[in-house]
């Protein structure tokens, strides 16, 4: 089975940056449509990023211009560099994967998932 898990959470200082890292060394990533998503308490969680079989990427508008998407196929990992954080950014997120050939920004589109990974940004 497919098996995700994230890397690099951590707390940082508004304006700040990380890099988070999603690997599963159990399959060819290349073969799936990925992407990254969040959430805060008991609200919907939130599609930031993805990218599909084509290297078609989108981004929400919350994060765009901020986040970049990126995978190395050769390493079975997939990336979310984030720049610019605020307190807003504060958020578990988490990894996602499917394989259909389009990637769109919704939750209910992807049947794998990590368990997450915390993300703190302070004021």
């Known amino acids: 089975q497919v098996r995700l898990e994230e890397y690099g959470g951590g707390s940082v200082q508004a304006g700040g940056s990380l890099r988070l890292s999603c690997i599963d060394s159990?399959?060819?990533?290349?073969?799936?449509?990925m992407g990254w998503f969040r959430q805060v308490s008991e609200k919907e969680r939130e599609g930031l990023a993805t990218?599909?079989?084509?290297?078609?990427?989108m981004y929400a508008d919350s994060v765009k211009g901020r986040f970049t998407v990126s995978r190395d196929n050769d390493k079975n990992s997939f990336y979310l560099e984030m720049n610019n954080l605020t307190a807003e950014d504060t958020a578990m997120y988490y990894c996602?994967?499917?394989?259909?050939?389009?990637?769109?920004?919704?939750?209910?589109?992807?049947?794998?998932w990590g368990q997450g990974t915390q993300v703190t940004v302070s004021s």
């Open positions: 996602a994967a499917t394989t259909s050939s389009v990637a769109p920004l919704r939750q209910s589109w992807y049947e794998y």
């Open positions: 159990t399959y060819d990533m290349s073969k799936y449509s």
């Open positions: 990218i599909d079989l084509n290297d078609y990427t």
